[in-house]
Each structure stands twice: as structure tokens, then as C-alpha cells.
């Protein structure tokens, strides 16, 4: 079963549009991490944020934001005022305690900002 | 600080020959992941090490695969004999696992694979 479910497969939006990409994840621990990468096009793999199952706050860092919600096992992402420079490859992934540091990644979400 | 390196950044090859990748974790990491990513199958786990140990080599696809951590700064990928499907982007990712706690993975930047 996957762990990691990242159902947008690919996205399009208009330049200075807000966009969220959606992450919904599943596990029986009660402590696990959740992780977000972006893959630009130059194909490096770049870490974004970590957030543990007992630290539901959400988190704003300029134009990204993270929505965590315990109630629906979901971790969305949030671009607001996209830029062309935010096109990439997306990736959530899921670590859990039982499993130590391996981490189960989504499919990815690969979001085009047209200018 | 440097990053995880990998080397070579591209390699091509023909089928039946034998391929080495290799990787350098970030200094002070004590898991190693080594990653294939396909436009079919997307980003896979291929094997991970923590302490140079290996933990799990459940996603290794055959026994062409093997991997080797000699010590804390060093780990090697080998394909004997590869194939055309055996083509892809290999990533190795580094991280500090800490006892209760799961750090980011530091990921390098990539090793094209093409099998001819």
C-alpha cells in the first residue's frame, strides 16, 4: 500500500497565482516525520521542511506555506504568488519511528508556473 | 559546507559492462540511502546504511546490485553486468539519524546512468 499519496500529478497555473499541492499520508505510528522536497529542473533534490506528528502548527516561510492536519492525514503545500522559478518536481515523504530514518516518498507533483 | 557528492555526475556505458558509482556523504552523517529514479517508476530506495551497516537492501533489483559502505565517508554503488533498463538517475542521500529522532536526507546531485 503506498504510504505517500500525492494525487495531482501534474499542475499548471498562471503566474502570481496561489497553488497547493496536496500530500495525504498513511501510517499506524503515533510519531513519524513528514518532509517536503522540490526537484527543480536541473534534477537536483532539494529539502524544503520537516514536520513531526506532534507539532501540528502551521508554517510560513514567504511565499510557502504547510498545512498539517492530524484529522485527515494530510500535509498540503502551499505556494502563494507563484513565480516561474517554482516550476518543479514536488515530493512529500513520510519517515515513521518503527522503520528508523528510511523515508517513503510520494509520487511527486510536477507543478508548471506559466508566465 | 559541501554537500553530498557523487561521481561521475554522468556515465555511459554499454550493456555488460561494469558500472561504479560513487558517493561522500556530508561529514558527520551517519545514514547513507542510495536512490534510482525512473520516469516509470519514480524515485526508488535501493539499499540504506546506518553506521556503515547495511539496514535494508529489500529495494536492490538483482543480484547485479551491490553496495558498500568501507567506512563512514565513502560508499560505492556497482552494477555487474549492466542492461538498458538499468538506466536511469542514481541519487545518494545522506542524513544524521539520531536515536528517536529522523532527520532531512541531503541528497546529491545525481549520477545519469545510460546503458547502451
Known amino acids: 500500500a503506498q504510504k505517500v499519496t500525492q494525487a495531482q500529478t501534474e499542475i499548471s497555473v498562471v503566474e502570481k497565482e496561489d497553488v497547493t499541492l496536496d500530500c495525504v499520508y498513511e501510517?499506524?505510528?503515533?510519531?513519524?516525520?513528514l518532509f517536503w522536497y522540490k526537484q527543480p529542473p536541473s534534477g537536483e533534490l532539494v529539502f524544503l521542511i520537516r514536520r513531526n506528528s506532534f507539532d501540528e502548527q502551521n508554517e510560513i516561510s514567504g511565499r510557502y506555506s504547510w498545512n498539517f492536519q492530524k484529522s485527515t492525514s494530510s500535509f498540503n503545500f502551499t505556494i502563494t504568488a507563484s513565480q516561474v522559478v517554482d516550476s518543479a518536481v514536488y515530493f512529500c515523504?513520510?519517515?515513521?519511528?518503527?522503520?528508523?530514518?528510511?523515508?517513503?516518498f510520494g509520487t511527486g507533483t510536477s507543478l508548471t508556473v506559466i508566465p | 559546507d559541501a554537500g553530498v557528492i557523487q561521481s561521475p555526475r554522468h556515465e555511459v556505458t554499454e550493456m555488460g559492462q561494469e558500472v561504479t558509482l560513487r558517493c561522500k556523504p556530508i561529514s558527520g552523517h551517519n545514514s547513507l540511502f542510495w536512490y534510482r529514479q525512473t520516469m516509470m517508476r519514480g524515485l526508488e530506495l535501493l539499499i540504506y546504511?546506518?553506521?556503515?551497516?547495511?539496514?535494508?537492501d529489500s529495494g536492490m533489483p538483482e543480484d547485479r546490485f551491490s553496495a558498500k559502505m568501507p567506512n563512514a565517508s565513502f560508499s560505492t554503488l556497482k552494477i555487474q553486468p549492466s542492461e538498458p533498463r538499468d538506466s536511469a538517475v542514481y541519487f545518494c542521500?545522506?542524513?544524521?539519524?539520531?536515536?528517536?529522532?529522523?532527520?532531512?536526507?541531503?541528497f546529491g546531485p545525481g549520477t545519469r546512468l545510460t546503458v547502451l
Open positions: 546504511f546506518n553506521n556503515n551497516v547495511p539496514i535494508d
Open positions: 501510517t499506524r505510528d503515533t510519531t513519524y516525520y
Open positions: 542521500a545522506s542524513s544524521l539519524a539520531q536515536r528517536g529522532y529522523y532527520n532531512e536526507q541531503f
Open positions: 515523504a513520510l519517515s515513521e519511528a518503527r522503520t528508523g530514518n528510511q523515508f517513503y
